[in-house]
């Protein structure tokens, strides 16, 4: 019998999975990133179970921090940019919401097939997560090259970022405290660049949709 | 449970009386909750019975375009329904008519009931009946097979059908029991449950607008006992569906043992966690807008996707633990 916080774990990642997959289907910028916090407080929930776990202190600062910068401060920052920019809510993507579910199944699929034999070789209780962490990451990266507005597009490369920082947790106990800071630092970073970015794009070409920048290829 | 022939008989009519007798006033509490959520102050809670009772007094009125079907669909409907009754698993294990039936069965007696009324709704003749069944039965056929996918979905670590069993599983295993396929069965199935029951993103049942009802353009037609069996039958299809959640995804609190204390303790957690869901589905109902009907192709296949996903993580877990 597993023991009670490695089956919180795995039911946290599935809050994860179901997550990823939920913010395939949004088609408002909003409830995208709403989705995204959630997903992101599921992933602090599994740093904080892990942190308790296995006696490791500097995952509850690591768990601490996810619930600092991705879950209050980065959809803050994204629903800040949303609003000022007047950018238009709704998600423009190359894929229907039907095909996207069909592909989010097709990517936990793939990812079971290919991770899932794998995964019982590394003597972890918790490595069952590596197959759901790796479909996350594979989902975000869907979520970033199917949608064309450039935040919609940000927020997926987030998404990734859980399903890696989820794949660390399930392998290594956290990544090292100092990688965790290095990489949360950087997210916070990468979407103050984005905003900034938003912002002149808005200013110059009045929109932003990424699609669009194409044509600059003459 | 001893060999008795006793026991298993007070259960079932236990289950009826139970299911049959508290689903008005669950659906009531939904209102209730719904207005409540919405700054109204909704109907009384015993609304349901004095409509039932004021229904059950009056004959029916037929067009005189209807043929038999018209007659006897609302009592065929109201018959599958009752015979769904007993296959789920409500407060005793096992359940009292023990292996007679599976969740196949009971998506073909749910079939069954939408079918006969599609099949009224075009007996009268009159336009939105058409419309009505149209809607109801694309809506339908693609809740079906998905209904069956989720079916799988829970009962494939069992390696049964039998919500009996499925319950039976998770009870012995205690918390143990929830793990990652379980949470996406789970959400595919409260998905199904919107189409299925016809709830608010798919079907407004409080709406008599020509362009959005759909199972309410099918029974506008029918008055007096008929329409009393139709909205009866329709609260019951509510509770059964969300006993079947409940059973499928947190049978904690069913009883194994025969005693009447334990039973009676599992009677009341059932009616507890019934309750609950009633409440949910009231707050969600107050929230979200009735989407347009192609939407609900989506609905669906976010359902499938999840029912299908819950299975390929269950293989996974279950080769590796």
Same mark, same amino acid.
């Given at each position: 019998m597993t023991p009670l916080p490695v089956q919180a774990l795995d039911i946290a990642a599935a809050v994860v999975l179901v997550t990823a997959w #939920?913010? !395939? +289907?949004?088609r408002r910028i909003e409830a995208l990133v709403d989705t995204y916090a959630i997903q992101s407080a599921a992933v602090a929930l599994t740093a904080g179970l892990v942190a308790y776990e296995y006696r490791a202190p500097d995952l509850y600062l690591l768990a601490g921090l996810t619930v600092a910068v991705n879950v209050v401060a980065l959809p803050g920052l994204l629903r800040r940019v949303v609003r000022v920019l007047g950018v238009p809510r709704m998600v423009n993507m190359y894929a229907s #919401?039907?095909?996207? *579910?069909?592909?989010?199944? *097709? +990517? !936990? +699929? !793939?990812s079971v097939w290919v991770v899932g034999p794998i995964a019982p070789f590394a003597e972890i209780p918790s490595a069952g997560l590596l197959p759901i962490a790796v479909a996350v990451v594979l989902i975000g990266f869907f979520l970033l090259v199917s949608r064309r507005k450039a935040i919609t597009q940000v927020v997926g490369l987030l998404v990734m970022n859980n399903g890696v920082f989820l794949a660390g947790i399930a392998l290594t106990y956290g990544l090292g405290l100092l990688v965790e800071l290095g990489l949360a630092a950087n997210l916070l970073v990468l979407a103050i660049v984005a905003r900034i970015f938003l912002q002149r794009m808005k200013e110059s070409f009045d929109h932003v949709d990424a699609d669009a920048l194409r044509a600059l290829e003459g | 449970m001893s060999g008795s022939f006793l026991a298993p008989a007070l259960a079932l009519v236990g289950e009826y009386l139970l299911v049959l007798g508290l689903s008005p006033l669950l659906l009531a509490v939904l209102r209730r909750v719904k207005a409540r959520t919405q700054g109204r102050i909704g109907p009384p809670l015993l609304q349901p019975y004095r409509d039932l009772w004021k229904w059950m007094g009056k @004959?029916?009125?037929?067009?005189?375009? &209807?043929?038999?079907?018209?007659?006897?669909?609302?009592?065929?409907? /109201?018959? &599958? %329904?009752?015979a769904a009754v007993p296959l789920v698993p409500w407060f005793v294990l096992p359940t009292p008519l023990g292996p007679?039936?599976?969740?196949? %069965?009971?998506?073909? %007696?749910?079939?069954?009931?939408? /079918?006969v009324i599609a099949l009224a709704a075009l007996d009268g003749g009159s336009t939105f009946g058409g419309m009505g069944s149209s809607r109801e039965m694309w809506m339908g056929a693609l809740a079906e097979p998905v209904f069956l996918l989720v079916i799988f979905a829970f009962g494939s670590p069992a390696g049964s059908t039998q919500a009996g069993a499925i319950a039976a599983r998770g009870v012995a295993l205690g918390i143990a029991y929830a793990n990652p396929p379980l949470l996406l069965a789970i959400v595919a199935y409260v998905l199904l449950l919107l189409v299925e029951t016809g709830r608010l993103p798919? @079907?407004?049942?409080a709406t008599h607008l020509e362009l959005t009802m759909v199972h309410e353009a099918m029974v506008l037609e029918y008055t007096g006992r008929d329409l009393a069996l139709i909205e009866w039958g329709r609260g019951f299809k509510l509770a059964i569906m969300f006993g079947l959640l409940i059973a499928l995804a947190a049978p904690w609190g069913i009883s194994t043992s025969g005693t009447l204390l334990l039973v009676g303790l599992a009677v009341g957690i059932v009616v507890g966690k019934l309750l609950g869901a009633h409440v949910l589905v009231g707050r969600l109902e107050a929230r979200v807008a009735k989407w347009r009907l192609f939407r609900v192709a989506d609905l669906l296949t %976010? &359902?499938?996707?999840?029912?299908?996903?819950?299975?390929?993580?269950a293989y996974v877990i279950g080769g590796g633990a």
């Open positions: #939920v913010s !395939l +289907l949004h #919401v039907r095909e996207s *579910a069909l592909i989010g199944l *097709a +990517l !936990l +699929l !793939l | @004959d029916g009125i037929y067009a005189s375009s &209807a043929s038999w079907i018209t007659r006897y669909a609302p009592a065929i409907s /109201f018959a &599958a %329904l009752l007679f039936g599976d969740l196949i %069965l009971l998506v073909g %007696l749910l079939g069954l009931s939408r /079918f798919v @079907d407004n049942p %976010l &359902a499938a996707v999840f029912a299908f996903g819950s299975l390929a993580l």
